[in-house]
């Protein structure tokens, strides 16, 4: 085994989010086999099946990957059972992977996240995997979960369904909600009905009673959620009225001239504002999942995968999972993450390069992680393993269960700029909103002129 180093420019913004996205990336859920909604097999025009990898004579395939989803054990463990590969492991690190791309020479399988996905589609770094899914005994198109649909596509802004260019290693129903009752009880209002999805309307107002202030310190934010991904809550919320946060072709964002889009994002600008919500004036001591596990958040908007460390020793016994809430009555609760792997197009062993794919995604380590209660499995036949064994994990699955019908749709990400360019500037700007030193419009604005030009960089780039 060769574990290869590689020296890291500053990138605060992908470090910051590498540990906490790490955490959250690796999803998990509680289990009794629910009906999940079957992935759509390859396409008619897909390539024909080809017969299952076969790899003679030594060979090394290089892995960029999270050294804590895939570990040492696991790479001995792999190399014992295929003594005919090795395998060189390189910490994740997009840019790093864009580098090495550009100089012809990229790791052959790669750790990714759904906003990288149509960048790397239209500048043409993705295999095409669906003849090694057809022939596969472990990945079976029509056992694929229903996040792998971010892994489909027939083009860079037409992801859902299509050829498969990688796979999810779990993920989660990502808008759900978690209740600390404590809070509610201090605040005398009853802890939402399981069964009914709130507006987010009736969770801004909860969220108001819930919190808890001394003077200008937050004692207790009423409702939070994660700001790191604040456009892709963005866009899921405006999918329920069929609307986008972009033009059609991608290359603008509309922020200023659309009425539903500045709704939303002032929805969340009022709940900082008011601070029921963390933000830049008052943020977080730490981060909000971690927070909640303190009794400082009432309720909190995490996925399923949340509920593996929701109880500490605070919190034990005193949660509840609710279902996602709704903005417009039609409910979608998709992942918004939907971390799993690709094979580079440009890799020089795909048939090796699949053998590890196929054994991370459908051996023992997807197994494991099945069994680990971090994220739902990748292929619904590995759902029974999602562990039910306190009554916490009984709740959040009858929770998972009851949602899995909303997990079909994806969010289209911009195949132009990258997945922090908007919540960096909406980090960058809402603060100077806040403190009264730019009004919301202008705010609007700035953040609509600069996402613009990121854009336009990005679409020169691919060319």
């Not at 086999?33 to 008619?44: G, K």
């Amino acid at each position: 085994m060769s574990t290869r180093e590689i020296t890291r420019r500053e990138m605060l913004k992908l470090s910051g989010t590498a540990a906490f996205g790490a955490l959250l990336a690796a999803c998990a859920a509680p289990a009794a086999a629910p009906q999940a909604p079957a992935a759509t097999s390859a396409p008619a025009n897909a390539p024909a099946p080809t017969a299952p990898a076969v790899v003679s004579g030594p060979v090394t395939v290089s892995v960029m990957h999270d050294p804590k989803e895939f570990t040492d054990d696991m790479i001995k463990q792999f190399q014992a059972a295929n003594p005919s590969i090795k395998l060189e492991v390189i910490k994740t690190d997009m840019t790093r992977f864009y580098a090495m791309a550009t100089a012809g020479n990229p790791p052959d399988v790669v750790r990714v996240q759904a906003p990288d996905l149509p960048q790397l589609l239209a500048r043409k770094l993705l295999k095409d995997l669906t003849p090694y899914f057809q022939s596969s005994s472990l990945l079976k198109p029509d056992d694929l979960a229903p996040a792998n649909n971010y892994y489909k596509a027939k083009g860079p802004t037409q992801f859902g369904d299509g050829p498969i260019y990688g796979m999810v290693k779990d993920w989660s129903p990502d808008f759900t909600l978690f209740a600390y009752t404590p809070a509610f009880e201090e605040a005398k209002v009853p802890v939402p009905d399981t069964t009914k999805s709130l507006t987010y309307d009736e969770l801004a107002d909860l969220g108001k009673k819930l919190t808890k202030v001394q003077g200008d310190k937050v004692l207790r934010w009423g409702f939070d959620t994660d700001t790191a991904w604040i456009d892709r809550i963005w866009m899921n919320m405006l999918a329920e009225k069929g609307q986008s946060l972009y033009t059609p072709d991608y290359k603008k964002i509309n922020l200023v001239n659309n009425d539903e889009a500045r709704k939303v994002v002032k929805y969340f600008y009022d709940l900082q504002k008011a601070n029921i919500l963390a933000s830049p004036v008052n943020p977080s001591p730490s981060w909000i999942g971690d927070d909640f596990t303190k009794g400082l958040v009432g309720i909190i908007q995490y996925g399923y995968w949340f509920s593996a460390m929701a109880e500490s020793d605070v919190t034990k016994g005193k949660v509840v999972m609710l279902p996602s809430p709704t903005w417009a009555g039609k409910r979608r609760n998709p992942t918004m993450t939907a971390t799993g792997t690709i094979i580079s197009a440009k890799t020089k062993n795909p048939d090796a390069a699949w053998k590890v794919f196929e054994w991370y995604h459908g051996g023992s380590p997807s197994v494991d992680r099945a069994k680990g209660g971090w994220g739902v499995p990748g292929l619904k036949s590995q759902y029974a393993m999602i562990p039910t064994e306190s009554l916490f994990q009984q709740q959040a699955r009858a929770i998972l269960d009851a949602e899995l019908p909303y997990t079909n749709d994806v969010i289209q990400f911009n195949p132009y700029i990258s997945g922090d360019t908007i919540s960096n500037l909406w980090n960058k700007y809402v603060e100077q909103a806040l403190r009264g030193s730019l009004s919301f419009d202008d705010m609007l604005k700035k953040i609509e002129s600069e996402v613009n030009t990121a854009i336009q960089e990005g679409a020169d780039r691919i060319g």
